[in-house]
T-cell receptor, first 114, second 116 residues
Framework: AQSVSQHNHHVILSEAASLELGCNYS??????LFWYVQYPGQHLQLLLK??????LVKGIKGFEAEFIKSKFSFNLRKPSVQWSDTAEYFC????????????FGGGTRLMVKP | EAGVAQSPRYKIIEKRQSVAFWCNPI?????LYWYQQILGQGPKLLIQ????????DSQLPKDRFSAERLKGVDSTLKIQPAKLEDSAVYLC??????????????FGPGTRLTVL
């Protein structure tokens, strides 16, 4: 069975600070990895995804994530956060034999102070 | 393009009562999912439909939860009877037909259920 762990439950940053949110997964085979974001009052939406190739993936709004296979990690980064990045962020994994099934981590709530 | 629609947005019931949630997926999306998101946790898949057939319901508590997608479009998730621990946001998502390659899931706004 696949599982996802997000170690930071709450993160508070000031604007312009750099962001890194941790995500570790457990799965014995090939995986696809995702970061979803949920802004206050809005629905979940895809931020970025990794399927294969370059392990450094760039997404929307200046976010990027790096897949490190040896560490089973897919950390999300942004060099300089903005107040509008205040949201909850979810890492998710899909095993290559899992059809379209996603397993989500517990989420990290990010608050950016203006 | 219209997104995934869900109703109601909020529901408050007492334990042992019944409740039903409705979902209308994006037009043309063959696959529909119901997730349960308990406060402080990530979404957990309850059931996945491909058209009107169930693909995966291994995490659906079948003694009290049921779901259907009779015509392969709209879907209803029911809880009967509800327990306190069912308080959560119920998310519906849809995607193009499930295949060996991944199809992006698009999420609705969710229904927040409070069981008193």
């Amino acid at each position: 069975a696949q599982s996802v762990s997000q170690h930071n439950h709450h993160v508070i940053l000031s604007e312009a600070a750099s962001l890194e949110l941790g995500c570790n997964y457990s799965y014995g085979g090939t995986v696809n990895l995702f970061w979803y974001v949920q802004y206050p009052g809005q629905h979940l939406q895809l931020l970025l995804k990794y399927f294969s190739g370059d392990p450094l993936v760039k997404g929307i709004k200046g976010f990027e994530a790096e897949f490190i296979k040896s560490k089973f990690s897919f950390n999300l980064r942004k060099p300089s956060v903005q107040w509008s990045d205040t949201a909850e962020y979810f890492c998710a994994v899909r095993g290559n034999n899992a059809g379209n099934m996603l397993t989500f981590g517990g989420g990290t709530r990010l608050m950016v102070k203006p | 393009e219209a997104g995934v629609a869900q109703s109601p947005r909020y529901k408050i019931i007492e334990k042992r009562q019944s409740v039903a949630f409705w979902c209308n997926p994006i037009s043309g999306h063959a696959t529909l999912y119901w997730y349960q998101q308990i406060l402080g946790q990530g979404p957990k898949l309850l059931i996945q439909f491909q058209n009107n057939g169930v693909v995966d319901d291994s995490q659906l508590p079948k003694d009290r939860f049921s779901a259907e997608r009779l015509k392969g479009v709209d879907s209803t998730l029911k809880i009967q009877p509800a327990k306190l621990e069912d308080s959560a946001v119920y998310l519906c998502a849809s995607s193009l037909r499930t295949s060996s390659s991944y199809n992006e899931q698009f999420f609705g706004p969710g229904t927040r259920l409070t069981v008193l």
